[in-house]
């Protein structure tokens, strides 16, 4: 028997309400809109403000609104796999605490740590669940509360990322359509440049690690820009060419959103006209691991079946790589 593939079969985001504007970031650090927009071509992001609310409450409402479209039962869900910076608690795992809220009763979850490119290791590692043949439907999110980790005295870091949430499903299919083939990347020595200094095995937090605070996005930006253009347009390409993709075959570039200078430097290397890279960097900024499914779930109804798409990221670790999806609806 050949094994069945896994497809997306649904997308679905949430979003908190309160939108944090360069405006306003402007009254809290030394910033200004021009700045930002040039740099990054960020504008808003939004912002999971409430006592007690934390990444798994995006999640949840991603998931709910997710098997409602799908129309598929919480107890029909076999997997629910996580990919998260920022994790309610250490433990236990928030993809636990995602199916718990969200009425999932009969699933396995757990939570996976890639940093931004984490949402694609999730998706292949989920991917393969499907293809063995033994799970129907498995969910893989992509949720960062980043306001959570984000100094706002750092101008150098606060106007960056935002928080979202954003959930796919993936089912098996026998069409050839759904997750293709990847190629990913590690490199370790890359921690360098960014990385949180406290609150881990290696320095358990103390009054100290908060007076430094260390508790933080600690991120060499320009190192970071450097690879990062390298590494996912090298990755993109590397793929394309395994699988005899020509970039005019491509519906799509989905780029992780980090910064649109990146966005446009990666599209750029590989040959991929603008208007074929999703972008929605100015609305959102960097949610980490929700930013790729977020660029789905904005331009869903312009996908269409069969539709190459290359999702490519970048983060720290250094984790990138990339991965050929056929869309499946
Ligand atoms: N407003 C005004 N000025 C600023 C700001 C700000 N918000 N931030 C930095 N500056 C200043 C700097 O202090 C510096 O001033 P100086 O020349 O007087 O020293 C100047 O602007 C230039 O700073 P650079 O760091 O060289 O600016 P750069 O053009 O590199 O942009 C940025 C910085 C946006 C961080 C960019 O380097 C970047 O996007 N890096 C990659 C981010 C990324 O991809 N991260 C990976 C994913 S994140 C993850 O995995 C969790």
Excluded at 109 to 114: C, E, F, K, P, R
Aim: include cysteine; charge should be negative; proline fraction near 4%.
């Amino acid at each position: 028997m050949t094994r069945p593939r896994a497809a997306i079969t649904a997308v679905h985001g949430h979003l908190p309400d309160y939108i944090l504007t360069n405006q306003e970031l402007e009254q809290m650090v030394d910033t200004t809109d021009e700045w930002i927009s040039t740099r990054t071509g960020i504008k808003e992001r939004r912002i999971l403000k409430g006592e007690g609310l934390a990444t798994s409450d995006m999640g949840a409402e991603a998931v709910k609104g997710l098997l409602d479209k799908a129309g598929v039962r919480p107890d029909e869900v076999d997997f629910v796999l996580c990919a998260t910076v920022t994790p309610d608690m250490k433990f236990p795992a928030t993809a636990n605490l995602i199916s718990h809220k969200a009425g999932i009763l009969n699933a396995f979850s757990y939570d996976m740590n890639a940093a931004c490119s984490g949402f694609l290791y999730a998706l292949t590692t989920a991917a393969s669940f499907v293809e063995s043949g033994k799970y129907k439907k498995v969910v893989v999110v992509g949720a960062d509360k980043m306001s959570s980790i984000v100094d706002y005295t750092d101008r150098q870091t606060c106007v960056l990322f935002g928080d979202a949430a954003c959930a796919v499903l993936l089912e098996p299919t026998t069409e050839e359509v759904g997750v293709m083939d990847h190629q990913f990347a590690t490199d370790g020595s890359g921690y360098v440049h960014l990385h949180m200094k406290a609150g881990g095995s290696l320095k358990p937090p103390t009054y100290d690690t908060i007076d430094a605070r260390e508790h933080y996005i600690y991120q060499e930006g320009q190192a970071v820009f450097k690879f990062a253009v390298t590494k996912m347009a090298g990755a993109s390409l590397d793929l394309m060419k395994a699988n005899n993709i020509p970039a005019e075959e491509l519906a799509w570039l989905v780029p992780h959103q980090a910064n649109m200078r990146i966005i446009e430097a990666t599209g750029r290397r590989m040959g991929v006209p603008n208007e074929k890279v999703m972008v929605n960097i100015q609305k959102y900024g960097n949610t980490t691991n929700a930013t790729i499914p977020l660029c789905l779930w904005d331009y869903e109804k312009q996908l269409n079946k069969g539709d190459n798409l290359i999702l490519t990221a970048f983060g720290g670790g250094f984790t990138w790589g990339a991965i050929w999806l056929k869309w499946a609806y």
